[in-house]
């Protein structure tokens, strides 16, 4: 009797966890805030995965100089001042790796400092 | 005998030098087309007359580091070699990134001074730069107009009009709003048929953008020019040679001075080309560009080498002709 009502009980629990899950996307307007830092001479994280048709924001801050953030695909070229969030909504609906650039100059190791978007 | 076309009377053409890039500019004397350059001369004041030109690009003086351990030997070999050149050309440009940035006090302006010391040996008449990234995109240009004067600006010669343009010192790859709006108003008094000549550090069009290979209002810089019938852009940032033609522009981009990078088409990571002693100078250069109308534009890569490195004949083999195309 004790172990079914254990098992009852866990069972709700996870019930309750399925629900809200569930729950989230039925607002599909509200996207996926994706947190992200710029530093020389890197973007953390590097890489970011989505789904086809996922609606996602980066919220993008400069920890030091000024950076840019840059993509032909997704069609945005912001300014990432030190210290300033800057959001930045992303949509796909092709699969694909699509590359993000820093494209203000930041220093010696500019050339190399982006991310990753893999759409699947 | 290939039909004249009229509009191309003023495209320049060219050849690989090795270590820059030489331009002859040479219209026509006689018939239609010294017509047009008796016309033009009545429009823009002065007739076209024929002259060269030399293209160096990205010397990147300071640069320390393994794709390049040589430093400027390169860019001094250049110097030599267009010193050379049965005639003295008459300009030099430099498209930017002339100095390699540092962030050690007074390192950078130190550099911009080596540069100028080296420069000075040119046997040229006028020497006009335009700043690269490396040069003008953290300080937004203040030690570049120290050094070498604004870093957009125009001026003609002998008749043909050269037009600098800085898509580096916003930082971002872009000219902007006020550059563009001095753009308009200076090709304004031009005839359609001007020769026109624009010098810049990065590709005005998307060439590769994920390689930051582009400038974003580039197209707004090619729509001011789409009126002008013969526009040249030389410019440099890919390290590499590329010609590439719309509209009435042709685009040359001229090899480096420093290392190459590889051609992005092949899949190759944006890395430099190692460096080879054996060969240290394979794919740098300047590319030499003469005029042979009315036919197309010849170019002709040719190979740059060090004596004491490769033990070959040196320089001066730059200088043998290649086949035309
Ligand atoms: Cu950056």
């Known amino acids: 009797m004790k172990t079914a009502l254990r098992f009852l009980a866990i069972a709700s629990v996870v019930l309750a966890t399925v629900a809200s899950v569930v729950s989230a996307p039925a607002r599909a307007d ?18 970011i995965h989505v789904k086809k048709g996922e609606n996602v924001v980066l919220e993008v801050t400069s920890q030091d100089v000024t950076h840019g953030l840059f993509s032909r695909k997704f069609g945005f070229d912001e300014d990432l001042a030190p210290g300033k969030t800057v959001r930045v909504p992303i949509r796909a609906d092709e699969a694909g790796p699509y590359l993000i650039l820093c494209d203000h100059y930041c220093g010696s190791g500019h050339g190399g400092m982006k991310m990753t978007i893999v759409v699947e | 005998m290939v039909p004249v076309d009229r509009r191309k009377f003023f495209k320049i053409t060219g050849l690989t030098l090795g270590a820059g890039a030489l331009y002859r500019f040479a219209p026509p004397a006689l018939g239609e087309g010294g017509g047009l350059m008796n016309a033009l001369g009545r429009q823009n004041g002065e007739r076209p007359t024929p002259f060269s030109f030399v293209q160096f690009s990205d010397t990147h003086v300071g ?13 001094e070999r250049a110097v030599e070699t267009v010193n050379a050149l049965p005639e003295p050309p008459d300009l030099v440009l430099f498209t930017g990134d002339l100095t390699h940035d540092s962030e050690k006090p007074g390192e950078h302006a130190a550099r911009m001074k080596r540069f100028r010391e080296i420069a000075a040996g040119l046997r040229a008449t ?14 937004g240009g203040v030690l570049f107009r120290e050094n070498f004067g604004e870093t957009y600006y125009s001026f003609d010669h002998r008749g043909v009009h050269f037009v600098a343009l800085d898509n580096v010192s916003r930082g971002k790859p872009a000219v902007g709003p006020e550059q563009l709006a001095w753009l308009q108003k200076d090709l304004e008094r031009f005839p359609k048929s001007a020769p026109i000549v624009v010098f810049t550090h990065r590709p005005l069009f998307d060439l590769k953008p994920d390689w ?61 080309v190692a460096f080879d002693p054996a060969k240290p100078f394979e794919n740098l250069g300047l590319r030499r560009v003469r005029e042979r109308p009315p036919a197309r534009p010849g170019v002709e890569p040719m190979e740059l080498t060090l004596r004491e490195y490769a033990g070959t004949v040196g320089i001066q083999q730059l200088l043998r002709k290649g086949e035309e195309s």
């Open chain 2, 63 to 75: 640069f320390d580091g393994p794709p390049d351990p040589l430093g400027t030997k390169a860019f």
């Open chain 1, 30 to 47: 509200e996207p996926r805030v994706i947190p992200v830092v710029a530093k020389r001479f890197e973007f953390e994280p590097k890489e």
């Open chain 2, 212 to 272: 930051e290979w582009f400038t974003s209002d580039g197209d707004r810089v090619m729509s001011a020019l789409a009126p002008y019938e013969n526009v040249t852009v030389l410019y440099g940032h890919i390290h590499r040679e590329h010609v590439h033609e719309e509209g009435h522009a042709t685009h040359y981009a001229s090899r480096s001075l420093i290392f190459a990078f590889p051609d992005p088409e092949t899949g190759a990571p944006k890395k430099p």
């Open chain 2, 126 to 139: 006028r020497i006009q730069c335009v700043p690269g990234e490396h040069d003008a995109g953290l300080d």
